[in-house]
């Protein structure tokens, strides 16, 4: 059995994200350390009801700096069959709601062998250099063109997007472009309104959410048969969006989508938030 399908639904469960156009482009400079509130969450993911993955997600806010790590591994019954693991991370500038990323690097892993490799970083003057190992047409993708990339957001700066947007505007309604490097789509948001969830044994969370349906439109770079029916990727998710702490951007407490592989559903399971100081490396570049 092959373990692509499990892993590009997992990823698109978590790619999400709101309209919202990049920060003016300023230059950013290395620091060595900047104090940050760091949001520490940890999920556990579910596949036709056995867990399936547990991944967590470190972000880090700063005044004027952001910065988030993501890891997910296959566990429970799945990891009997199948060794996969996904580690990412984004660094860049943030103003008030609006986020500019300087560098994103996702790499994939099987049997703790590097297998994909994505380093994207995004220059002053709204260009883009991305890395991308294997290159796309020795998997049968389409290479994508540079006026599709312009003014585009790395799939976790998307998701804090997502979380300051939902908390500032108080509604889901929106639209906003992604490349990951290798695909191009836009995420259309809809409001469903505000839900109550319970805790329970699979949920951390106990609270009012809002629900956010989110649908993704395939652009360009998806493998061959991608864009059909058959489609390794949702058409849609839904999002349950709450605030763990006041004063801090919502954070996605449930997530819900089915698949033909089965019905993926990911919980919140626990949650740290704490102040420390940060090392952040990234630079915004001056491009040509």
Same mark, same amino acid.
């Given at each position: 059995?092959? +373990?692509?399908?499990?892993?590009?639904?997992?990823?698109?469960?978590?790619?999400?994200?709101?309209?919202?156009?990049?920060?003016?482009?300023?230059? /950013?400079?290395?620091?060595?350390?900047?104090?940050?509130?760091?949001?520490? /969450?940890?999920?556990?993911?579910?596949?036709?009801?056995?867990?399936?993955?547990?991944?967590?997600?470190?972000?880090?806010?700063?005044?004027?700096? +952001?910065?988030?790590? =993501?890891?997910?591994? %296959?566990?429970?019954? +799945?990891?009997? =069959?199948?060794?996969?693991?996904?580690?990412?991370?984004? !660094?860049?500038?943030?103003? #008030?709601?609006? /986020?500019?990323?300087?560098? =994103?690097?996702? !790499?994939?892993?099987?049997?703790? $062998?590097?297998?994909?490799?994505?380093? %994207?970083?995004?220059?002053? @003057?709204?260009?883009?250099?991305?890395?991308?190992?294997?290159?796309?047409? $020795? !998997?049968?993708? #389409?290479?994508?063109?540079?006026?599709?990339?312009?003014?585009?957001?790395?799939?976790?700066?998307?998701?804090?997007?997502?979380?300051?947007?939902?908390?500032?505007?108080?509604?889901?309604?929106?639209?906003?472009?992604?490349? @990951?490097?290798?695909?191009?789509? @836009? /995420?259309?948001?809809? #409001?469903?309104?505000?839900?109550? %969830?319970?805790?329970?044994?699979?949920?951390? =969370?106990?609270?009012?959410?809002?629900?956010?349906?989110?649908?993704?439109?395939?652009?360009?770079?998806?493998?061959?048969?991608?864009?059909?029916?058959?489609?390794?990727?949702?058409?849609?998710?839904?999002?349950?969006?709450?605030?763990?702490?006041?004063?801090?951007?919502?954070?996605?407490?449930?997530?819900?989508? #089915?698949?033909?592989?089965?019905?993926?559903?990911?919980?919140?399971? @626990?949650?740290? %938030?704490? !102040?420390?100081?940060?090392?952040?490396?990234?630079?915004?570049?001056?491009?040509?």
């Amino acid at each position: 059995m092959t +373990y692509s399908p499990l892993r590009n639904s997992v990823l698109g469960l978590l790619g999400l994200a709101f309209l919202a156009t990049p920060a003016a482009a300023e230059q /950013l400079a290395p620091s060595d350390t900047v104090q940050a509130t760091v949001m520490d /969450l940890k999920y556990e993911i579910y596949a036709g009801g056995m867990l399936a993955l547990v991944v967590k997600m470190e972000t880090a806010l700063g005044a004027e700096r +952001y910065r988030t790590l =993501f890891k997910a591994e %296959i566990a429970g019954p +799945y990891s009997w =069959f199948m060794d996969f693991a996904v580690k990412s991370q984004v !660094e860049g500038l943030r103003a #008030d709601s609006v /986020l500019q990323p300087a560098s =994103f690097v996702t !790499e994939s892993y099987k049997k703790d $062998k590097l297998k994909r490799r994505v380093e %994207i970083s995004y220059l002053a @003057d709204g260009t883009l250099l991305t890395s991308v190992d294997p290159e796309p047409k $020795k !998997e049968n993708r #389409d290479e994508i063109p540079e006026s599709l990339q312009l003014g585009t957001f790395d799939p976790l700066s998307a998701v804090l997007m997502l979380t300051q947007a939902a908390a500032l505007q108080g509604s889901c309604e929106s639209v906003v472009p992604v490349f @990951d490097g290798r695909r191009r789509f @836009d /995420l259309t948001a809809e #409001d469903l309104g505000s839900e109550r %969830i319970d805790s329970s044994r699979y949920q951390a =969370f106990e609270g009012d959410a809002r629900h956010c349906l989110v649908k993704f439109e395939r652009l360009s770079g998806h493998k061959k048969g991608d864009m059909g029916v058959e489609s390794s990727y949702p058409d849609n998710i839904s999002v349950f969006l709450g605030q763990v702490e006041s004063g801090l951007p919502f954070v996605p407490v449930r997530m819900e989508m #089915d698949h033909k592989y089965g019905a993926l559903r990911a919980h919140l399971v @626990d949650v740290d %938030i704490h !102040e420390k100081p940060v090392a952040l490396e990234a630079e915004l570049h001056e491009g040509e």
